[in-house]
């Protein structure tokens, strides 16, 4: 495959290639988005530690960045639809490929039914709604997940149209905010960053600490979406690579940034009382700004959702659409319509999603949803960041023959990267019960390694069938 394809030139079952850097940059900024993923912890984040999370944040952030380096020296040269799944298939082999597959779907499905109820919660709100029952919730995450549907299915200028008013909105909404916020609203002194940690639900402040770790670790997921697109990318050797490694170093500034200057400004009573289907943030714009701000703010975080929302569902539907090639799903699903969109794979996504939605209808199954969606991708960064070094160490896979070349920087990052992915996983798998509901049942404090176990169930029983059909495995297609 080369990097020089015309965006006229393609062939009908070929995914077309139109996205510039900017696209590609902008579908990670929205995928990682700091108003998605700051607003939907920061209550939660002051309820179990109390306060002084800020350095957690920092630390997570500094973390995840050595993993975007890894993605992106394996995008720079292998930039195929699918990302981490197809990198997986070509270094470790079929098998390998087929876990990380179904992991990989599975997360990032459980991502997009967490993106679309807090969507819908913020939907619910723009529109006056006043119910918070867990139906009239689901009911707003499927509207919410029927227009991020519309906009992966119509011309492919309106997804790239939303894509920058995302970031466009994002940085009224979360710099401009911010800014105004930390220069004109602070009600603390620098120092409340550092302070208060160990006084919430946290036992203690080292199990605070952790708790927070485990908590920010959903404000940096998502920068994998721009590999998962490379096939549709102009010049994705030397694009890609870029585009995941700065849209996390951009939304990384801006969480940073914001985190900072909402914690300076609000009433920490407040956020402490917090709910999963309340709104903290609104309260401070109103009390800061006047009124006449709330409406405003609203519309600006929409727009970041929907972006955030028509990313997961085109970053879902490229890995469904890049397994379904290899035959690792059924293969309607690796069909493209004729303006070169998965559109099944979409429509799989969505659904897969709306059905996940259902489980709103109980609170305490919506936290093992988020619980999931977070744990699953740490799964698979642990898992690509394992291929990655292994192979790297053995010598079936030479980065020198990308256009990323870290030269002897690339092992140590590797290392670094795989142990703190392979903590961060346990960390946030670790059950909780200062996290979650005081009457929680035993499942939801083990839902990551019940419902990865099970997964990982299925799938060996998948491979032990197909073996014991004498149905080999697909190779790699590319």
Known sequence: MTDDVSPQRHAPETLHRHLSFWNSLTLGFAMVSPVVGLYAIMGVQTTVTGGGWFVALAICLAMQLLVATVYAELASQFPIAGGAYKWAHLLGGPITGQFAGTIYVTSTIAMLTTTAYTGGIWLAIFFGSSSDSGLTLVLWGACFLALCMGLNVVHVNMFKLTLSMGVYAEIIGSVGVALLLFLFFRQHDVSELFHHLGTGTAPSPTAAFLAA???????????????????????????????????????GSVVMFNSAALTLSFDRATLATTRASSDPITPVISSSFGTWAEKPFLAIVMVSFLACGASVVNYVSRIIYSMAREGNMPRMLGQLATDGTPRPAVFLT?????????????????????????????????????????????????????????????????????????????????????????????????????????????????????????????????
């Open 213 to 251: 770790l485990a908590i920010a670790g959903w404000a940096f997921i998502g920068f994998d979406a721009c590999s998962t697109i490379a096939e549709e990318t102009l010049e994705p050797k030397r694009v890609v690579p870029r585009a995941i490694f700065f849209s996390l170093c951009l939304v």
């Open 350 to 478: 969505v659904l897969s999603a709306g059905i996940g939605l259902l489980l709103g209808l109980n609170d305490q199954a919506v936290a093992t949803i988020i619980a999931f969606g977070t744990g699953g991708l740490y799964a698979m960064f642990t898992m690509t960041t394992g291929v990655g070094l292994y192979t790297r160490l053995t010598g079936r896979w030479n980065p020198e023959l990308g256009q990323l070349q870290l030269g002897r920087w690339g092992l140590p990052i590797n290392i670094v990267a795989f142990h703190w992915s392979v903590f961060e996983f346990i960390n946030i798998a670790w059950p909780r019960p200062y996290a979650v509901s005081p009457d929680a049942p035993w499942w939801q404090l083990w839902a990551v390694p019940l419902v990865l176990g099970s997964i990982l169930g299925l799938t060996i029983l998948s491979v032990l069938i197909g073996k014991f059909r004498g149905t080999a495995l697909p190779e790699s297609s590319s």
